[in-house]
């Protein structure tokens, strides 16, 4: 194939790119936790309620990637215009991923359910990615929250092509580094064996004897829920020791 | 072609690693040169294509005020960036709106094609049941070469619709196929590279029609 260009060498000094301090770094991290759930069997599961063609092409980068001999991975996208919750909490398994891009509501308004399914990631037992521009999430509202700065909504979804672009690439440099692909000890910010434990539970049903059964990243259990106002199913808890200790609805509407 | 190998960064380790510190920072360095590559190949592109957008843009706005509608089409990624085509022409953060269409969304249409004739023709055939001489035929390839991109435009041009094709690499055949009227090469052979150009000359190509048709219906 004849090229007439040069633009195959080794990228220069970087730098001039306009992202948020901290987006390779994110990246990075991010990749390596995609690369571990792939490893392990997870699937997944892109959204983009704004944008739903990007959705689409993270799906067709990791199931069909355009560097061949590259792996197929499992990706899929959520149909769109569904309810992203409901829909979401139907199929995901523990140990699957959810990428969404998406903007915060209320500029994006598809960011209010959005930051719905970020929040129950940890119930669900998923690894939560969220690429987007504008008005960046509070902290911890995901797992990987990968950021840019602008406003401008067509200077953003030029670079979400990017920054899902890098994350394909760098999730499959991972898989070359087989030793990194076991999650690292105690990473937890918790330590289970010392049983200081505080699970986030989502609510499946409540009996009426003050028990509920409830949905972890470990499947589903029963618990004691007279400690706290009698939950809705879908609420999150926190689950210590077999009870359910605080509600993490309060202050939501 | 040269495979853009994730490999060539990074040598082979054994399976005992287990410090992910030097992995991490090497992976951030590999994105930041590469974000930066995107983004000299971004305004390389944009810069060379100027006129070419300009040309392209003032084409478009006549069909548009002449009623014409936007057909967007293509393969994988490039099929995602039909949408985005039909996305920033219908739903602008700016201006008018203008009828656009991505041949890819009707997955009745797409399989019923396939399964009957064949893929080659899942655009053509969309084409000729809507294309109109006023109309427009976007199509978008990394490659240049995909052969069911070749046939419609070869529909369009026979339907009198104006044919603008977007491609990677030096064109491929798109480049030398004589019912496309016009080809917006980005030079690069990478395919990621080359769709993030892509995605930019969406938007300008988006904008150079919104600057002309305004102009008009302002006059």
Same mark, same amino acid.
């Not at chain 1, 119930?123 to 401008?152: F, K, N, S």
């Given at each position: ?253 | ?104 969304? /009707?997955? #009745? $249409?797409?399989?019923?094609? *396939? ?6 023709? +899942?655009?053509? @055939? &969309? ?7 006023? /109309?427009? #035929? $976007?199509?978008?390839?990394? *490659? ?6 070749? +046939?419609?435009? @070869? &529909? ?64």
């Amino acid at each position: 194939m004849t090229l007439t260009h040069a633009d195959t060498g080794a990228a220069g000094a970087g730098g001039d790119g306009p992202y948020e301090q901290g987006l390779t770094e994110d990246l990075a991290r991010a990749a390596l936790a995609l690369a571990r759930r792939f490893h392990a069997g997870g699937t997944m599961w892109c959204a983009s309620p704004s944008w739903t063609f990007h959705a689409h092409h993270v799906a067709v980068e990791f199931v069909h990637p355009v560097i061949m001999g590259k792996r197929a991975l499992p990706a899929v996208v959520v149909p769109p215009g569904a309810d992203l919750v409901a829909s979401l909490r139907a199929t995901v398994r523990p140990g699957d991923m959810v990428v969404v891009v998406a903007g915060t509501a209320p500029s994006d308004p598809g960011g209010a359910d959005v930051a719905e399914v970020m929040r129950r990631g940890p119930a669900w037992g998923v690894e939560t990615v969220w690429i987007g521009a504008g008005t960046r999430p509070p902290a911890g509202a995901a797992d990987h929250v990968l950021w840019l700065g602008t406003d401008d909504p067509l200077v953003a979804s030029e670079q979400f092509v990017r920054i899902y672009h890098l994350l394909w690439e760098l999730t499959h440099v991972c898989f070359e580094h087989s030793g990194l692909l076991q999650p690292d000890l105690c990473e937890e910010e918790v330590c289970i064996t010392c049983s200081d434990e505080g699970r986030t539970a989502e609510v499946v049903a409540v009996d009426q004897g003050g028990d509920a059964v409830v949905r972890t990243a470990e499947g589903r259990e029963r618990i004691d829920v007279s400690l706290i106002d009698p939950p809705r199913p879908g609420d999150l808890v926190l689950v210590h020791a077999g009870s359910a200790i605080a509600s993490l609805e309060e202050g939501r509407s | 072609m040269s495979p853009e190998a994730t490999d060539f960064l990074y040598p082979f380790i054994e399976g005992d690693e287990r410090d992910s510190v030097s992995l991490l920072a090497d992976l951030s360095a590999s994105a930041e040169a590469k974000w930066a590559h995107s983004e000299r190949l971004r305004q390389e592109t944009l810069a060379r294509c100027d006129d070419q957008l300009a040309t392209i843009g003032e084409a478009m706005a006549r069909r548009f005020e002449a009623g014409g509608q936007l057909f967007a089409f293509g393969n994988g990624g490039s099929a995602t960036d039909a949408d985005d085509v039909a996305q920033v022409f219908t739903r602008p953060p700016r201006g008018e709106p203008l009828p656009a269409r991505s041949l890819v969304t /009707d997955h #009745a $249409v797409l399989t019923a094609l *396939s399964n009957d004739i064949g893929f080659d023709v +899942v655009f053509s @055939r &969309q084409l000729e049941a809507h294309g109109g001489p006023d /109309d427009i #035929a $976007v199509g978008l390839s990394t *490659s240049g070469n995909s052969e069911n991109l070749l +046939v419609a435009f @070869r &529909q369009a041009a026979k339907r009198g619709m104006l044919t603008v094709g977007l491609a990677g690499y030096d064109g491929g055949q798109m480049a030398r196929c004589d019912e496309l009227q016009h080809c917006l090469v980005v030079r690069s052979d990478s395919v990621h590279r080359i769709q993030e150009s892509q995605a930019a000359l969406i938007h300008a190509l988006w904008s150079a029609v919104q600057s002309e048709y305004q102009a008009k219906g302002a006059a």
